[in-house]
């Protein structure tokens, strides 16, 4: 079927191209110069008639006679060209070069195209989907086959620091809080691995108290310790995400990716579809599913599929009763109330993520609030989360100048 096609294509546009120049050779049609060149002699002779009868001026007759004689010039000239153009060789030539792009496009596609490649049929290719989707690697193939990141440059003091909370872990390995700590920072240094590993411990440790936001993260990190592979393991906390919030958005996002991976857009578009409609503006995701939407409604079968338009972001901040309490405190009440907001905003970052304006936000907030270390440990963090999207990169990093970090 596909070689029919081809060849009834190839035939059509071939045809379009020849007939033209075929007829222009083989047509005994007068050329429309030679027509026109015979009605404007026409004119001529009326006007020397109408002369000798003394219908018009002698002044009007030689009026006349010049502009009939310039249409006459112009109609010999185009005769002419139109003449040469009937007795030149371009037709044949034209022709020659058409087959022979014909038979060489054949050719090269034989050589370097894929001409005994079999249909793929709907059913066979959603049967090569579900296989990839059971046959993916485990947890631990996929982090043995993914690259491993370049150790990042580290302050000694912070080193120093995360050594510590290491050797305090292992030392209270039934520490929630520490195994909490112990996951952010083995995340902002890059040891992914580590960072899953901790976080496990702390689902295991909280038990029915886990959140779903904590098994999402706990699947975020398996992903991106499997080199961007969610497996059957992540999947899991991912599902498990949904059993106790079946909204969660970032569990969802992550569903989707799950059938972008195996290979079935059709599944995965009504989940982002769904997402981007609920307007879930300042999620961290939503740059990815903006990016990808369209192409993914044309795979998925909708192609006149128009995603939403994007909401303007708002940024929380203090309402109008908590700007008028703080009117009431003292500066250090003041301080303690803004430190607790940059602290809470830090929080909700880690936990359920966010846009990059947000972390631009909260590097600025912590410069502010004096703790310019911690806040080049945020920055950081944020190049790593946003190291794909170069525009929420620029966001974050703009923020980190201005605020005069490295």
């Known amino acids: 079927m596909f070689w029919i096609i ?25 050329p429309a110069a030679a027509y026109d060149l015979r009605i404007y002699r026409d004119q001529l002779r009326e006007v020397e008639r109408d002369l ?28 002419a060209r139109e003449t040469a153009a009937r007795r030149a060789p371009g037709g044949p030539a034209a022709i020659a070069i058409l087959v022979l792009l014909i038979v060489g496009t054949v050719l090269l596609y ?26 993916r690697p485990s947890q631990t193939e996929a982090e043995n086959a ?13 080193q120093a620091l995360i050594d510590q909370l290491r050797a305090t872990v292992a030392r209270k390995p039934d520490d929630p809080r520490g195994q909490e700590l112990l996951s952010q920072h083995e995340e902002r240094l890059g040891n992914l691995i580590a960072a899953k590993d901790a976080q496990a411990r702390l689902i295991k440790l909280q038990a029915e108290k886990a959140t779903a936001a904590d098994h999402v993260r706990l699947a975020a990190l398996s ?36 059938h972008i991976q195996s290979g079935r857009p059709d599944r995965a578009f009504p989940i982002w579809a769904d997402l981007l409609s609920e307007g879930h503006h300042n ?15 044309w795979f998925a079968g909708e192609p006149s599929y128009v995603p939403p338009e994007e909401g303007a972001r708002r940024l929380p901040g203090p309402d109008a009763a908590t700007m008028a309490a703080a009117e009431d405190m003292t500066p250090d009440q003041r301080q303690e109330m803004i430190e607790g907001m940059v602290q809470g905003l830090e929080t909700r970052l880690a936990t359920q993520g966010g846009s990059p304006e947000e972390w631009a936000r909260l ?16 920055l950081g963090e944020a190049r790593m989360r946003f190291a794909s999207i170069p525009e929420a990169l620029e966001i974050v990093e703009t923020a980190g100048k201005q605020s005069g970090l490295q």
């Open 6 to 30: 081809c060849a009834a294509l190839t035939a059509i546009v071939a045809i379009a191209i020849a007939a033209p120049l075929i007829r222009r050779r083989t047509t005994g049609e007068e």
């Open 52 to 79: 000798e009868r003394g219908l018009v001026e002698p002044s009007e007759a030689e009026r006349l006679r010049n502009e009939i004689g310039r249409k006459v010039l112009s109609a010999d000239r185009a005769l």
């Open 110 to 135: 034989q050589r370097i195209g894929s001409p005994e490649m079999p249909d793929e049929p709907i059913a066979e290719r959603v049967a090569l989907a579900q296989a990839f989707y059971e046959d």
């Open 146 to 158: 993914a690259p491993k990141p370049q150790p990042a440059q580290v302050d000694p003091e912070y």
């Open 223 to 258: 992903a991106q310790a499997a080199g961007g592979l969610i497996t059957r393991e992540a999947e899991a906390e991912i599902a498990r995400a949904l059993e106790i919030e079946p909204g969660n958005p970032q569990a969802r996002y992550m569903v989707g990716l799950v």
């Open 283 to 297: 999620a961290e995701w939503v740059p990815t599913v903006r990016m990808a939407i369209s192409d993914l409604a």
């Open 363 to 378: 590097i600025s907030a912590l410069v502010v609030v004096g703790k310019k270390d911690h806040a080049q440990d945020i």
